[in-house]
Each structure stands twice: as C-alpha cells, then as structure tokens.
C-alpha cells in the first residue's frame, strides 16, 4: 500500500511568494498532522486535523500559514508572503486516529522549501 | 520551551558496541514516549515506543528505558550497525489529549563506524 505522499519533493521560491504544500495522507487514516523541521531544530508541530473536527492550529507560526483538508483525505499547507526563515523540510504524518490508543505516525518524506 | 530535550547533536560509536542516546522531558503530564529514526530524504520512522506504566520497552536490538522521577528516557541499540546510523528523534505525548500529537527532540545523528 502507498505510504504518504508529499509534493512538491523540493521548492525554491522567492521572498514575498506565495506556496503551496501538498500532503496525501495513507488511505483511511482519517488523523493528518503537519510538522516541519528547520536546520538543526527538532520537529515542530504546525496543525492537526482529526476527521470533521476543527483543526488544532496552535502550532501555526503567524498569520501566513494556513492549511486546508478538503474532503478528509488531501491536505494543503499554504504559506503566503513566504519569509527566509521559512526555509525548511515540511512533513506531513498521517494516522488512524483513533483517540483510544497511542498511535503511530506514518510520515511523508517532506518538501524541502528554500525562500530565497 | 523546548518540552522535550536531546542535549547531545551526535553520537559515534564503532560497529558492535552500544549506542546510548538520551532524551528529558520537563511536562510531568507526557506519558507515553517514542523514538523515530530518519535517514537523509526521508520522513521519520518509528522505531519504538513506551508507556509511562512501564520503565524498560525491548524490541530485538533496540531497548528503551523510562525514568519517570527523572524525566528521562533513553535509547539502546546493542549491537549498533552501520545502517544504524541516522537521526534519531524522541517524542513524547498525552495519551489524555486525544490527539496524537506528538512533541519532538531535536535529534541526535548517530554515526556508526564499521
């Protein structure tokens, strides 16, 4: 079965650009996290979406991230007016999302973003 | 606030020996701990996990230890092999929240030497 899938792989964008980033979570898994990892930092959690439950944004950086599940399968991180420091590798994990256990997270290989 | 601490960047070890990679925590609410490992270009794995009911999770060559009074877990890889060698997060949870989500360490790259 196909794991997670992120797209873009890699994207180079100029200051002030708009972006988009896409994540296909693993069939059935109805939980979708975004992560990102900046160098040298650990993984900071960005936004949680659990079935038709309202979104878990408290990780969101600023105003200029946001992030959309339509149809509660594929997500879209979109970040706008992109800055320099946004430059990072951008995961995406998916799991059951059943709140009874402990749950694995399955991730995406990431879209590495570079703002120049 | 960086809940969850791995306070060394790297670690090297020759080929056969252990490998001891540390991680605290200060939130006493987290309860359930992880470990994932990452190669270049690829998302994180998971590799293992523990519960705080426990202290010691086993899982062929990779063991976990849990000290709660502490607040500090630790990874064991015996023997350590060179496709050991990757970055490995720490995680941890609040099985209460509902929600999965985890909060990460900032990784240890483990290099082992053959």
């Known amino acids: 079965g196909a794991g997670v899938s992120q797209s873009p792989s890699n994207k180079v964008t100029e200051k002030g650009k708009d972006v988009e980033l896409r994540c296909d979570p693993i069939?059935?898994?109805?939980?979708l996290y975004w992560y990102r990892q900046s160098l040298g930092q650990g993984l900071e959690f960005l936004i949680y979406f659990q079935g038709n439950s309202a979104p878990d944004k408290s990780g969101l950086p600023s105003d200029r991230f946001s992030a959309e599940r339509t149809g509660g399968s594929v997500s879209t991180l979109t970040i706008q007016r992109t800055q320099q420091e946004d430059s990072a590798v951008y995961l995406c994990?998916?799991?059951?999302?059943?709140?009874?256990?402990?749950?694995?997270?399955?991730f995406g290989s990431g879209t590495q973003l570079s703002v120049l | 606030d960086q809940q969850v601490k791995q306070n060394s960047p790297s670690l090297s070890v020759q080929e056969g020996r252990i490998s001891i990679l540390n991680c605290d925590y200060t939130n006493s609410m987290f309860d359930y701990f992880l470990w994932y490992k990452k190669y270049p270009a690829e998302g994180p794995t998971f590799l293992i996990s523990?519960?705080?009911?426990?202290d010691k999770n086993e899982d062929g060559r990779f063991t976990v230890f849990l000290n709660k009074s502490a607040k500090h877990l630790s990874l064991h890889i015996v023997p350590s092999q060179p496709g050991d060698s990757a970055v490995y997060f720490c995680a941890a949870t609040k099985s209460s929240s509902n929600t999965g989500k985890l909060i990460f360490g900032q990784g240890t790259t483990l290099q082992v030497k053959p």
């Open positions: 523990i519960s705080s009911i426990k």
């Open positions: 069939s059935g898994h109805t939980a």
């Open positions: 994990a998916s799991s059951l999302g059943d709140p009874r256990v402990n749950e694995k997270l399955f």
